[in-house]
């Protein structure tokens, strides 16, 4: 499954691709993750979602590789269930270019996912993807006006947190699936009114 999204970062293309070689930085502005080491271009982390009453925990590693001339990095991702027989792997390209207030930042995503997520179609994964890439994105531009894109003392302790804060896709899956299924919904409400009506009338 392929899905692209873009957003912007309100720094020049020098400053928000120097921020994107901070991993240690970037990677806990993604909603439900944390990163548990870093070696180089290689690192380990937790990811944990949500899914109603359903919590899936996935612990991964992944590679990163720069292209600095087209300033776009590549990364390599693969994980599976803690508890559970589910796995995700994935390649996520970054690439970034000058914008009218900052930069553009096109991210896409080559997604391979087995186990319980796998039963959203690409219409809900891809929306789920796409307020998780605002969620991220927010998060990224916090960052930073706080401490700004050269900073280099802002950095999170990599493998400091117990655990990541599961992030709750059920609650942003959810009106995808209301609205996906409103019609075959609307359908079966008006047949169960036809046929109460015709057997009223039969009766009658």
Not at 70 to 79: E, P
Not at 97 to 113: F, Q
Not at 156 to 171: I, S, T, W, Y
Request: aromatic share 4%; charged share 25%.
């Amino acid at each position: 499954m392929q899905l692209d999204h873009t957003f912007f970062v309100p720094a020049g293309p020098d400053d928000a691709w120097k921020l994107f070689h901070d991993l240690a930085r970037v990677a806990p502005c993604m909603p439900g993750a944390v990163l548990d080491t870093l070696d180089g271009d290689a690192f380990t982390g937790r990811v944990k979602v949500k899914i109603g009453a359903v919590q899936m925990s996935y612990r991964g590693e992944g590679t990163v590789t720069r292209d600095e001339a087209a300033r776009s990095m590549r990364l390599d991702l693969s994980g599976s269930e803690t508890r559970g027989a589910g796995t995700a792997s994935a390649t996520v390209t970054a690439t970034l270019t000058p914008g009218t207030d900052g930069t553009r930042v096109h991210v896409r995503t080559d997604l391979d996912i087995t186990g319980r997520p796998a039963q959203f179609g690409r219409g809900i994964m891809t929306e789920v993807g796409d307020r998780l890439v605002r969620q991220f994105a927010d998060r990224l531009e916090d960052l930073l006006r706080a401490n700004g894109p050269g900073s280099s003392t802002a950095s999170a302790p990599v493998g400091a947190a117990d655990g990541p804060e599961a992030v709750d896709l059920g609650a942003v899956a959810l009106p995808v699936i209301l609205k996906k299924a409103a019609v075959p919904a609307a359908a079966v409400l008006f047949a169960a009114v036809l046929i109460g009506v015709v057997r009223r009338r039969s009766r009658g």
